[in-house]
């Protein structure tokens, strides 16, 4: 359309010339001839702006319910050595909040629960998220098959959390490895 | 007929499209989940500490009967110790090769935690005695009672001991 206007609109202008050297011609008085040009134009540009055609476009935008967790180290080795222990206490603990949880939540209240693989773990691993930027942090949670709360009050938000892991030792359990798969779920509240 | 036929074909097509929404509903609305691999390892680890400061041992009393001077004893010294090892003892030494006076210390067993207390061992030399045996994945304590002696022949005079008590496989 705005092609085809500039093409109207040139071939008006060489319209025009001819007319104003028409009259110049035939010595018509300068103003007069200008003042045509004038109502030409007027009467010209109302008569070539025409509609062509119409046509409409439906565009549906559908978001789908998504859920996105993310943990940015996938793997995490925590060691309880001579330095965690105290003479005389039998307990021995170390911590750790090096990993940031993260998700993207755009459903319904949701709730991200934690479990371990390790059916029988020998030492303690106790889980806790810090300072989420958006719902509740549960309370610290003792790592087990069975799923607990790690945070609850999750819709329709993004946010994270830092993990603070505490591993407790007693010295009366000895040396030795436990390896835990920590999964993280996120789930209906 | 037509009519019919072409209603049909939209009833299938709404069918299609509300069971697609529906399945990828479900799909996209699944519990998320994400693993982290978490190792715990519990290395070997064996400490052990003082309660009590620099201790002074003063022999200033003689004993009538025998007319020797008295001992000195002093039981205010605890000694605490972890370890989750298996078979470890606590050895005790003295730093001074040929003490002038006679120094001894007895471990005395009262508190929490494996480990038996041996004799009293006099540290008559710069080798290490044991202490305590059967140290065994625990955390323990004892008072340790010194007794300083000395005969009337020894005179006056001043000693320093440094004492180190170690931890060791047993």
Request: overall charge positive.
């Amino acid at each position: 359309m705005t092609l085809l206007n500039v093409v109207v609109l040139s071939g008006t202008l060489d319209l025009r010339t001819m007319i104003v050297r028409a009259l110049c011609r035939q010595n018509c008085r300068p103003h007069l001839a200008i003042l045509t040009v004038l109502l030409f134009g007027l009467f010209s540009n109302s008569g070539f702006c025409q509609t062509y055609g119409t046509a409409t476009n439906t565009i549906t935008v559908k978001v789908q319910a998504i859920t996105m967790i993310k943990i940015n180290t996938s793997i995490l080795n925590l060691n309880i050595s001579g330095s965690n222990a105290i003479a005389g206490q039998d307990q021995m603990m170390t911590t750790d909040q090096t990993s940031t949880f993260s998700w993207g939540i755009n459903s319904s209240l949701k709730k991200v629960t934690v479990t371990t693989s390790l059916a029988a773990p020998k030492y303690t691993l106790q889980l806790a998220a810090i300072n989420p930027t958006v719902g509740t942090a549960a309370s610290q949670v003792t790592l087990s098959t069975t799923a607990n709360d790690l945070l609850t009050n999750l819709g329709r938000s993004s946010g994270s959390c830092s993990l603070l892991y505490t591993a407790i030792a007693l010295a009366s359990q000895g040396t030795g490895t436990d390896s835990h798969t920590i999964t993280f779920t996120v789930a209906t509240q | 007929m037509k009519w019919i036929l072409k209603n049909k074909t939209l009833d299938i097509v709404i069918a299609t499209v509300l069971m697609g929404m529906i399945v990828s509903e479900r799909v996209c609305s699944q519990q998320a989940s994400s693993t982290q691999v978490v190792t715990l390892r519990v290395m070997e680890l064996n400490t052990i500490d003082l309660i009590g400061g620099p201790l002074t041992l003063q022999i200033n009393s003689v004993n009538d009967n025998a007319g020797q001077p008295n001992p000195a004893i002093d039981a205010s010294t605890k000694l605490l110790w972890t370890s989750n090892g298996d078979a470890r003892k606590i050895a005790v030494g003295s730093d001074l090769a040929s003490p002038r006076f006679i120094l001894k210390i007895a471990a005395e067993k009262s508190g929490s935690g494996t480990g038996i207390a041996q004799p009293e061992v006099t540290l008559s030399d710069n080798s290490p005695h044991d202490l305590i045996l059967g140290v065994q994945r625990s955390a323990g304590s004892c008072s340790l009672r010194f007794t300083a002696l000395a005969t009337s022949e020894e005179g006056t005079g001043s000693e320093s001991r440094l004492i180190t008590y170690t931890i060791t496989g047993g």
